[in-house]
């Protein structure tokens, strides 16, 4: 029999899911199942985990066709499940490496018919905070069992579902399911402890709870978390129905009354008009379930509370909860005082354009006037170029105005129209723009005004990890600053991207409200429908002969190793390509844009780190050769030939980190030494037929939406208002 069978519900979570997977099946312990439930998820969860079971048989793919809520869809898995043991983990957490070999020889050895285990909160801040694990058991509990009338201190663990294994014979013989709304974890939980007659506890971190910005219950007003009454009254009719579990009500009382006033006292779930109500009700079943001969009160404010609640008097409760927060706004006050200084002291000049971009806010909004930038204003480019060319085909009323550096002016395409970064026209566009759109985000001063609408267009299907998830990545992230990259996520009405990969990962990197636009990479659109003559027009212009083999090598940068150039000898690979071959280097834009690329020419092979267009390169290049860069996603819409040469693969993932191992799902020939490249082409394994089929399945994958109308499909949402 399998011993642990994880039940993984899933909905909404498809940014999250794969690392959750990832962290069941990699584990050094292989007796496990693990039954995925699409919870009829209006994104690529279904997709997700179909994926991993046709790769993986310990994976089992469940598809509702109607969302019935996390706790119905667990019981949904817990009836295919098989093992002995039952884990129910959600989509949005993981686990933590290697934890299961413990888990496992903890329940051989002692067989409990539950097994607690310790967790930390991992907050969206990237920072992680312990449970009160320690604090329930000051000391350690060891490797015994107890029932919970032995150890009732037990009940002030967090009453989740993730957080301990129930052996599934029990629990069948006990009859319990979860039940459906809100909080269903707590009349599944709490009956669990109350009737086992076997409790261990693993003082060993093994779930990562993840705290999400945006999307998650825990963090969304309303009159739902009204339903945490009913699971407590579920949990009182399974103490009724057990007269040898009298003794513990006292315990339970305790904790109802805790938890109906933190769910009560945190302002991100119950909105100020219904607290009245939700009181109300809290007084109503103090009172319906207070234990003859009633209970101690806690210490402190904590007691107070629990006089006011059995009393029903709010509003000497609500003034009492006025008087905390003001204390801890008057906190927060003090600490923001520094940084407010450090504000006053900008330069003149800076301060009186930014006075005169916080007047140009108060005039009405330009309902014609789109501002486009790219690349921290760098020019015409990318996918906002892509946009711009559109909107003025289909949506001729839009006045497009581009913000550019001043020393990339010359770069503009005749004819456009533009305003230099830094002056009064620049911020006078940006303060009165209807449509923003950009590549990557605009400056901290930037505000969202109502009417105004952002367009993040991002600039790659992503390898290596992005946003929040670089916190993970210390030398990666080197000078982020997470707090105003959220802030500036925020903005963003719509984000565009490529492909359902690129959607998941962004929805984990970047959690906000905006809307998602999976249609495809505009800046691809060119390369879609680009002639056979237009291919000879750019060749000639880059001076490649008919004939010629181009072969184009565009790594990316290591913000990690700034001085890092990945080993490779133009000379040698041009000796084995042959006299008919025509190698073009492309730097990575950063480099460009700090001056360190090498713009010169060495007979056959070219520096082309400052040609004006990156697609141009692509319809020249007979073959790209790349690393962990976007380029690969974009080229594949070509279907020509890619390697990847990934020397430092390992040490790439350590530091920097990455979304998929593209050695191990590659576009097509892989090397990882300079040897190892050359002779790919001397063997001529990039065009053999295993290539081919690796990029067939690469551009199935990452390509499909590549059809030369991405832009269009922007615009007419974006700029029309047409539906999706």
Request: glycine fraction near 6%; proline fraction near 7%; charge should be positive.
């Amino acid at each position: 029999m399998t011993l642990i069978s994880f039940v993984v519900p899933a909905h909404r979570v498809q940014g999250y899911l794969r690392e959750c997977l990832d962290s069941l099946l990699g584990q050094p312990f292989g007796d496990i199942e693990v039954v995925g439930v699409d919870d009829a998820s209006p994104d690529a969860v279904g997709d997700i985990l179909d994926e991993y079971a046709a790769r993986d048989p310990r994976v089992r793919a469940v598809r509702l066709t109607e969302n019935v809520g996390l706790g119905p869809a667990r019981n949904t898995g817990l009836d295919r499940a098989v093992g002995e043991y039952v884990w129910f983990l959600d989509g949005d957490d993981w686990l933590a490496p290697d934890c299961l070999p413990e888990v496992a020889d903890r329940l051989r050895a002692t067989r409990p018919d539950v097994l607690v285990v310790d967790h930390v909160r991992v907050h969206w801040t990237g920072t992680a905070t312990r449970s009160a694990m320690a604090e329930v058991f000051p000391e350690p509990p060891g490797e015994a069992t107890f029932r919970l009338a032995d150890r009732p201190e037990a009940l002030h663990l967090l009453h989740t579902a993730w957080n301990r294994l129930v052996r599934r014979e029990f629990l069948t013989d006990l009859g319990l399911r979860f039940a459906p709304g809100w909080y269903e974890d707590v009349s599944f939980s709490y009956p669990v402890l109350l009737a086992a007659e076997r409790i261990g506890v693993l003082d060993r971190v093994c779930v990562n709870y993840r705290q999400r910005r945006a999307g998650a219950i825990t963090r969304t007003r309303g009159d739902r978390h009204f339903e945490v009454f009913a699971q407590w009254h579920r949990v009182f009719r399974f103490l009724d129905a057990r007269p040898d579990l009298a003794p513990l009500r006292p315990a339970v009382f305790e904790r109802m009354v805790w938890h109906h006033l933190t769910v009560l006292g945190n302002g991100e779930r119950i909105a100020p008009e219904l607290r009245p109500a939700f009181f109300a009700r809290i007084t109503a079943d103090y009172r319906r379930y207070l234990p003859p001969g009633g209970v101690p009160l806690p210490d402190g404010v904590e007691g107070l509370k629990h006089r006011l609640v059995a009393a029903g008097r709010w509003r000497t409760f609500s003034a009492l909860r006025g008087v905390n927060q003001a204390r801890a706004t008057a906190r927060g006050a003090a600490r923001r005082a520094l940084p407010v200084a450090r504000r006053a002291a900008r330069s003149t000049r800076d301060a009186v354009l930014r006075e005169y971009y916080r007047a140009e806010l108060r005039r009405p909004i330009d309902p014609t006037l789109a501002v486009y930038a790219a690349y921290w204003y760098r020019g015409h480019a990318c996918n906002p170029a892509a946009v711009h060319a559109a909107a003025r085909r289909l949506a001729p009323h839009v006045r497009g105005v581009w913000i550019v550096r001043r020393d990339r002016v010359d770069t503009l395409p005749p004819g456009t129209e533009y305003v230099v970064a830094g002056t009064r026209a620049y911020y006078r566009a940006l303060a009165r723009a209807r449509w923003l759109v950009n590549n990557v985000n605009f400056p901290d001063f930037v505000r969202k005004r109502p009417g105004s609408v952002h367009v993040q267009t991002h600039h790659g299907t992503p390898v290596k990890v992005m946003g929040l998830d670089q916190q993970r990545y210390p030398l990666g992230a080197v000078g982020m600053d997470f707090a105003g990259l959220l802030r500036r996520v925020d903005r963003w009405d719509f984000s565009v991207t490529s492909n359902s990969f690129s959607t998941q990962m962004w929805d984990r990197a970047y959690p906000a409200s905006y809307t998602t636009l999976e249609v495809g990479y505009p800046r691809n659109d060119r390369l879609v429908t680009a002639t056979a003559e237009e291919v000879r027009e750019v060749r000639d212009r880059l001076g490649v002969a008919p004939g010629e083999r181009v072969v184009l090598y565009a790594p990316t940068h290591r913000e990690h190793l700034p001085h890092y150039r990945p080993p490779f000898d133009p000379r040698r690979l041009l000796d084995v390509l042959g006299p008919a071959a025509r190698l073009l280097i492309r730097s990575h834009y950063f480099q460009d844009r700090q001056g360190r690329a090498r713009r010169h020419t060495r007979g056959r092979a070219m520096d082309v780190s400052d040609h004006r267009s990156v697609e141009e390169l692509y319809l020249a290049a007979d073959v790209l050769v790349t690393d962990y860069s976007s380029a690969m996603f974009d080229y594949a819409v070509l279907d020509r030939p890619i390697v990847v040469y990934a020397p430092d693969r390992e040490a790439y993932a350590l530091a920097r980190g990455v979304y998929f191992d593209v050695t191990a799902e590659p576009p097509g020939a892989v090397a990882l030494t300079f040897d190892d490249l050359l002779e790919v082409f001397r063997s001529g394994a990039e065009t053999a037929a295993e290539a081919e089929r690796a990029r067939g399945r690469f551009r199935d994958r990452f390509c499909a939406l590549d059809d030369g109308h991405a832009a269009e499909r922007v615009v007419r949402r974006v700029f029309l208002g047409e539906p999706a």
